[in-house]
């Protein structure tokens, strides 16, 4: 892929992000955490985490060109990583660009955190 598309492919979600963690603020009043580092020996993150209630998205990118996500390696990591999430009793959910930017990412979170409480971050 050129690199000018590239750069257009990134801003175009990076938009749907913000939209997406401004739809889910303005209509649970939970606020997201990007890139937020839930393990303390670990460099793992989660794209968007909501630590108040325990719930995490992860948004995979590559899905359909063999990005790292679906590479095997990339995919036995990604395994690691939301075993030891959910050992920590994180609720992670996964997504791609595509769900982001048509919406059912945000239908899916605003159903998960819906019946949310706060409670003490994990």
Request: glycine letters at 8%; hydrophobic letters at 40%.
């Amino acid at each position: 892929m050129p690199e000018e598309a590239k750069t257009k492919k990134k801003l175009e979600n990076e938009q749907a992000l913000i939209q997406l963690i401004e739809s889910i603020e303005q209509q649970t009043g939970y606020e997201a955490v990007r890139e937020f580092r839930f393990h303390g020996s670990r460099k793992w993150r989660f794209d968007l985490a909501w630590p108040a209630v325990g719930i995490a998205l992860e948004i995979d990118g590559g899905v359909w060109s063999r990005g790292r996500h679906v590479r095997p390696l990339g995919y036995l990591k990604d395994v690691e990583k939301l075993n030891a999430a959910n050992l920590m009793h994180w609720h992670v959910f996964r997504t791609d660009w595509q769900s982001v930017k048509n919406g059912e990412a945000l239908k899916l979170m605003l159903d998960a955190l819906g019946g949310c409480h706060a409670t003490e971050e994990l």
